[in-house]
């Protein structure tokens, strides 16, 4: 099992619309959760960090969390064409090593 | 303007030939980090560092090695060792190692081995 899992995508969405990101974690210690974007060829931007249960929200984004399943997700809501990117879930474990997930790649639609 | 850079932006070498990627912080930074990405993988860890003048192997260090001389620099050496060394090397910085410090990532340097 994978210390951090995503579903690959591609994830396609009209404009406007929410678009949601998910993503598991198989370490229970873990307690930190970070959301980065990366678009085709550059490096990874973080976008969002979150470390309680619950929602946060930044403009337009949302992540959520939920440790007892083991679960984090981000909502894009009014998706643009310019959201279009690869999306790494990134999880602190026990350990405070960063483990990165293989990334969702988002399609917004014009 | 505060940032991470790497150089070169694309590198290109023969096989057998060692490499040396650059990386620079004026984030103040204590702690720093090298990861490869290949495609469709997830971020790997190559090393760490959490302070000047040490560091520690991540999960993938064979055929890599770094040094920490400088809080600001922390430059990788890809050596003929690595079996597979073609990949997109990030370099990455934190205000420290705990639960609660985010990641910072450079642009990254392209390497390719042919």
């Known amino acids: 099992q994978k210390e951090v899992e995503q579903n690959s995508g591609p994830l396609s969405v009209p404009e406007g619309a929410i678009a949601s990101l998910n993503c598991t974690y198989s370490?229970?210690?873990?307690?930190?959760f970070f959301w980065y974007r990366q678009y085709s060829g550059k490096s990874p931007e973080l976008i969002m960090s979150?470390?309680?249960?619950g929602d946060k929200e930044d403009g337009r984004f949302t992540a959520q969390l939920n440790k007892a399943s083991q679960y984090v997700s981000l909502l894009i809501r009014d998706s643009q064409p310019s959201d279009s990117a690869t999306y790494l879930c990134?999880?602190?474990?026990?350990?405070?090593?960063?483990?990165f997930g293989a990334g969702t790649r988002l399609t917004v639609k014009p | 303007d505060g940032g991470i850079t790497q150089s070169p932006k694309y590198l290109f070498r023969k096989e057998g030939q060692n490499v040396t990627l650059s990386c620079e912080q004026n984030?103040?930074?204590?702690?720093m980090y090298w990861y490869r990405q290949d495609p469709g993988q997830g971020l790997r860890l190559i090393y760490y560092?959490?302070?000047?003048?040490?560091?520690q192997k991540g999960d993938i260090a064979e055929g890599y090695s770094v040094s920490r001389e400088k809080k600001e620099s922390f430059p990788l050496t890809v050596t003929s060792a690595q079996k597979n060394p073609t990949a997109f090397y990030l370099c990455?910085?934190?205000?420290?190692?705990?639960?609660?410090?985010?990641?910072?990532f450079g642009p990254g340097t392209r390497l390719t081995v042919t």
């Open positions: 560092s959490q302070i000047v003048n040490d560091f």
């Open positions: 990134a999880v602190k474990n026990n350990n405070n090593d960063m483990r």
């Open positions: 990455a910085s934190s205000r420290g190692s705990g639960d609660i410090y985010e990641q910072y």
């Open positions: 984030l103040n930074h204590d702690a």
């Open positions: 979150i470390y309680s249960n």
């Open positions: 370490d229970r210690g873990s307690q930190s």
